[in-house]
């Protein structure tokens, strides 16, 4: 883990300048005078010296704030107390996380949820924290004025349960026996988008065996810290559809109600013997999930949940012993403190932009090394097979992916794929190495095999079942979790991949091969332009938000064949132009991923989002937006710092609409990306 000592999103800047200031009159600039006044090799440069030793970089991927207190809960639940130095550390980051008026909000930049206000109370008292200590007493102020612990939503009392905090009687009946309805039957959990499914695999095990950690004095003492009323009055099949307004992102559909009122009186009726099968089953598919992670899991929620699932049912094995020790696999030393990842890592991710944003520049072969270490990363990380039994653990083919961090997560994507193979094309002629032709096929073969009936693509698989089904997401927190349907930055990403391998590989491809991709990108454009609304823009699910989606956007349908003056092009340009700051930035917002309308910054000009404007408009024509492309570009350079990074800004990231993410490396690549096509097109980057 990288330690870094100091934090937040407010005052890195001012620290990172000083400590550059610091460096250049000490003589230790990592960056040569040979750089100049060149910002794209004092931007490589500054990421050559940082490169990791396996040829990637490895950054901080965070935001939620609702990781961290699962970490905590699992190492309660199992015993196994945390060392001195984690305790510390993690109660000063969830201090430092906390909003002036004692909340937390569900993301480093949002206001106060009851949701992970009560998850970092308790958190912070497992800790060790005392209850009359300042900012307990704040947070536990915020969670009676907000209803109290009794109405937090869904995932919250699934955690709460598991810490004999709650009970499960107040929660929507998840029960194990839905994995042994008919597979063909819409509503059979394999159905669901991965995410969703892992977590809702692992909770109707604990929910099915009532899991709960045995009843301890501190426990006790938060039964009463947490409620208006004593723990044992509290009606709790009276709770059930009672959630925190403030949390409440949707309104449940008569749907869902039905389905948890038959849930219900199913439940009160169900054979222990069927109980018992199900059980089986379930751990079975964890046991399943762990081993082709490598026990990482596909994310941090299920893999803490995972854990505590193994060890509740068989706490002295081997294979739970294995489960334990990859739990630190999540942990990062970053900006604001010692932080649970969203993901064991980003760095397939980022290093694959890093790649074409070097391969852009032109300036590969000065930074030779960095080339090839970074194609190494490349190379060393796809996925080379199948999980074993993929179709019984109900998993789409994985050879020849990429992840979205590296081949020990085992769960290739398909931006990440598309990414991979386009970073390997990109590099390959600055590599001493060279990935076998087969292997590059069989990704595009993946992408192929990947696009969903409507045309389109989702993230980790093909759609399995209709958008319907998201009528019965019960998160209440998050939306679009329950279908993995297509989406305008992975369309995009594929037909951009399927392309570059199309005109790398020429008539090697084969002429299967190539009817494959022609009838592919043809199905994929009536899908990108139906994604585009009326204003020109396009709503981004995993970037802040329209800026994000509409750059992918423009660079689909040029990727489809589209020309820069086709009209959706011109529409979605206009639309970023007209978007741009006064300062000659870009900001976005993350609440237009909330309300799912733009709304501007109000910091003004942000530099990733700067970036991704740039490239959209660069990528739509260079000449038709010379002045401002030319003011954004500007921007960029006079906000780079003297060791050529650039300043940690606002959230960038999202997730299922309502959720904030921190991409370290998005102020490192993207900018570089950008000037480096900008200075392709003729403008001055001085």
């Known amino acids: 883990m990288r330690a870094d000592a100091g934090f937040s999103i407010t005052n890195v800047v001012d620290q990172e300048v000083a400590g550059m200031s610091a460096d250049l009159e000490a003589g230790l600039d990592p960056v040569s005078q040979a750089e100049g006044s060149d910002p794209l090799r004092r931007g490589f440069s500054y990421l050559e010296s940082i490169q990791g030793a396996h040829g990637g970089w490895t950054g901080d991927y965070d935001g939620p704030l609702f990781l961290l207190p699962g970490y905590i ?69 915020w969670i009676h004025a907000h209803g109290s612990a009794a109405i937090i939503p869904s995932w919250g009392r699934y955690w709460l349960s598991i810490l004999n905090l709650y009970s499960w009687e107040g929660c929507h009946p998840v029960p194990p026996e839905l994995w042994l309805l008919p597979e063909r039957a819409p509503l059979h959990p394999s159905r669901f988008w991965c995410h969703c499914r892992v977590v809702v695999l692992a909770v109707s095990y604990l929910y099915g065996r009532r899991f709960q ?196 997560h085992g769960w290739p994507i398909v931006d990440c794929t598309a990414l991979g193979l386009m970073a390997a094309l990109a590099l390959e002629p600055c590599s001493n190495r060279r990935i076998e032709p087969a292997r590059l096929l069989d990704a595009v073969d993946l992408l192929l095999f990947w696009q969903n009936d409507d045309g389109g693509w989702g993230t980790y698989e093909k759609q399995r079942v209709g958008a319907w089904l998201e009528a019965l997401n019960a998160s209440e927190i998050f939306g679009d979790i329950m279908v993995d349907v297509s989406q305008v930055e992975l369309t995009s990403s594929a037909v951009q991949g399927l392309a570059a391998a199309r005109a790398h590989f020429g008539d090697r491809i084969g002429d299967e091969r190539k009817h494959r991709i022609d009838a592919a990108t043809a199905r994929a ?143 490192n690549h993207f900018p570089l990306w950008a000037l480096a096509l900008a200075a392709k097109n003729g403008f001055s980057l001085g």
């Not at 709790?236 to 559909?253: I, K």
């Not at 959706?568 to 741009?580: G, S, W």
């Open 525 to 667: 454009a009536p899908v990108l332009r139906a994604l585009q609304r009326a204003d020109g823009s396009w709503e981004g699910n995993w970037g802040i938000c329209f800026t994000y989606g509409t750059w992918f956007g423009i660079c689909g349908l040029l990727a489809v064949g589209a020309k820069p003056d086709d009209p959706a092009i011109v529409r979605a340009a206009e639309f970023i132009r007209a978007k741009q700051c006064a300062d000659g930035g870009w900001g976005e917002s993350h609440k237009s991923c909330i309300r799912r309308e733009y709304v501007q910054h109000p910091e003004g000009g942000q530099v990733a989002m700067t970036a991704w404007a740039l490239l959209a408009l660069l990528s739509a024509s260079p000449q038709r937006h010379r002045d401002a492309i030319q003011r954004g570009v500007r921007f960029l350079c006079e906000r780079q710092l003297p060791n050529g990074d650039w300043p940690q800004q606002g959230m960038t990231g999202v997730f299922n609409r309502t959720c904030m993410l921190n991409y370290r490396y998005y102020r």
């Open 73 to 141: 809960f699992a190492h309660y639940v199992i015993g196994q107390p945390l060392g001195d130095g984690d305790r510390s550390a993690f109660v000063m980051t969830l201090r430092r996380a906390q909003n002036d008026d004692g909340s937390f909000g569900l993301h480093l930049e949002g206001d106060g949820y009851l949701f992970t206000t009560v998850l970092n109370y308790v958190a912070l008292r497992l800790l060790g924290v005392p209850a009359d200590d300042p900012d307990v007493t704040r947070a536990h102020r």
């Open 213 to 408: 950690a045995p009843l301890d004095p501190l426990l006790t003492a938060l039964r009463r810290e947490l409620f208006a009323e004593p723990f044992d009055s509290i009606d709790w099949r009276a709770l059930r559809t009672s959630v925190c307004p403030t949390d409440r992102y949707f309104a449940p559909s008569r749907l869902l109600r039905f389905a948890n009122a038959v849930l219900g009186q199913i439940e009160q009726r169900m054979p222990q013997g069927l109980r018992a099968k199900a059980l089986a089953f379930v751990l079975d598919h964890i046991k399943h999930e762990q081993l082709t992670t490598n026990f990482i899991d596909i994310g941090p929620v299920n893999k803490a949940l995972d854990t505590i699932a193994l060890w509740s049912a068989e706490p002295h094995s081997d294979h739970t012993r294995k489960a334990i020790a990859a739990m630190p696999q999540y942990l990062f030393d970053c900006e604001r403190g010692r932080t649970m990842q969203s993901y064991n890592s980003s760095e397939l991710w980022d290093t694959g932009f890093i790649a074409l944003a070097l391969a852009e520049s032109g300036h590969a072969s000065e930074y030779a090394t960095m080339a090839n270490e970074t194609y190494r990363f490349i190379d060393e990380n796809q996925v080379l097979e199948d999980v074993d039994q993929r179709e019984r653990y109900y998993r789409d083919p994985s050879k020849g992916g990429w992840p979205f961090s590296d081949r020990a």
